[in-house]
């Protein structure tokens, strides 16, 4: 685990406009689908955090050409059955959406492979993916029986599935809407709340057969479509860090520019907004299948709320930098039915316990959650970020409303999905 270590200085507010890097889901959709798309997509707005680049590398050693031209990148797609062999292990870094949507893609190609990733990818639970994987006739195998990477591919035929998942989840829905482009007939998957759509929607936007009712999507088998120009618009996960900054520090007014507000990632707003903060979404309008718009929030006072159900798959990346936020709000926010957070890069909710708490924060957990008292103030501390981005920026945000210096241990991680986050916050920060 990385020590690097950064002091934090309180901040007095945060104000001005800024963009943020492209949507991190949207940027592996876009690589993945570009590469297994008919003839050339062109794509903006990418993000280049090293999540999406190793995405990005898997793609390029499976024998997709791109090329970098200005502010976009040009991929050369092969159709559904161009990739070839990988001449080495495919390595996934940290990023839980490679390795899951890519198991979907390689399950059903006619060769072997081998996706591995860090110590924090090693210990990710797997099965959610491989037993699906399986029943659709895939040879995968991982570590105890699948549960954990390195996954090993002897990619072959698929047959299609209706699979009902017992979680909402975009990188399980995905995985196998994946393999189902390839499988014979028609594959399915049923979620008990719905997850982030990109998926749905950049298949849509390209042209293939899907078809989505309620809770339940689908694809055709053998099911090839063209690339397109795609364009990614800006990460509200990675906005959601300012956003919660603005809204707790008083005097703040702050313009995220050109965002992305898909209504299946915007719980993090719907949530401010009942919790009373001021935001204001400006210049709303639809591209590439995707809804987009400015976001204006200014600081002010906030309340307690309840968190639970299907509000948390909305929201699922967006709760450490809302449990910072709660600490700020009056009164007990409560956030149940958020046991994913277990698994995620780190155990976000023991860690938000465990760091917040050297700061001052009360926060009971519970094994689905936690209840957070609003205590109106946090102090400086030193904390580690776990080796996870969003634990790394939550506590940033924390620090920059502390009311003495922090240190940060572990912050390097922030580059896993928000490449140039210290100049953009350099530009918003008032000291
Ligand atoms: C993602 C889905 C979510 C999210 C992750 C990105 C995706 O994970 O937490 O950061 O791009 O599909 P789950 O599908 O495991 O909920």
Redesign the pocket.
Known sequence: MSLKSIQINPARHLKGEITVPGD??IT??ALIFASIARGKSMVKGLQKGKDCLATLNALKMMGIHMEEEEDRLVVYGQGLSGLREPPNILDCGNS??TV??LAGLLAPQKFYSVLSGDQYLRKRPMQ?VVEPLRKMGARVFGRENGEFPPLTILGGKLKAIDHSSP????????CILLAGLYAKDRTSVIEPYR??D??ERMLKFLGAKIEVNDLRVSVEGNNSFSGANIWVPGDL?AASFFMGGAAILKRSKLKILQVGLNPTRRGFIDVLLRMGADIKILNMRKICEEEVGDIEVRGGNLRGTVVQGGMI?RL??EIPILAVVACFAKGETIIRDAR?LR??ETDRIGAIKSELTKMGAQIEEKEDGMVIKGVGKLEGAQCQSHGDHRMAMALIIAGLSAKDKSKILGSDCIDTSFPGFWRTLGQILVQ
Do not use: F, N, W
């Open positions: 991190k889901s592996h959709r839980g959406t899951r949507l959610r979680i909402p989840s975009a990188q399980v829905k995905s997850s982030r990109h998926t996960s798959s699922i990346d994913e698994v995620k």
